[in-house]
């Protein structure tokens, strides 16, 4: 599985930008996509989940700011990030879970990250 992440960039702080993250090539038995968040010095930590079934997942300090969609029938998510503070400077990065299940039944589960998108937040 290939991830494409794109839209970042630099804005003001109150500002707005959207993300996106496409999924390609063998793409089997996605069960959640999410945004992930690093700076340097610091692990990576999750921003915001989408899963197949169930309810999204945001951390704490973006809760009422970002908003994360999904669209099926183009295996892309989104991450729809508005009122930006300088401490969401980071670089973003997509992943997807899966769950592949062999003839018995049995999962295979793994992860797939994508190469990160840069989102810096002025002052």
């Known amino acids: 599985v290939q991830l494409q992440a794109s839209g970042g960039g630099l804005v003001q702080a109150g500002g707005s930008l959207r993300l996106s993250c496409k999924a390609s090539?063998?793409?089997?038995?996605?069960?959640?996509m999410s945004w992930y968040r690093q700076t340097p010095g610091k692990e990576r930590e999750l921003v915001a989940s989408i899963p197949n079934t169930g309810s999204t997942k945001y951390a704490d300090s973006v809760k009422g700011r970002f908003t994360i969609s999904r669209e099926n029938d183009k295996n892309t998510v989104y991450l729809q990030m508005n009122s930006l503070k300088p401490e969401d400077t980071a670089v973003y990065y997509c992943?997807?879970?899966?769950?592949?299940?062999?003839?018995?039944?049995?999962?295979?589960?793994?992860?797939?990250w994508g190469q990160g998108t840069l989102v810096t937040v002025s002052s």
């Open positions: 090539g063998r793409i089997r038995g996605i069960t959640a």
């Open positions: 992943r997807t879970d899966h769950a592949d299940y062999d003839d018995y039944g049995v999962p295979t589960v793994y992860a797939s």
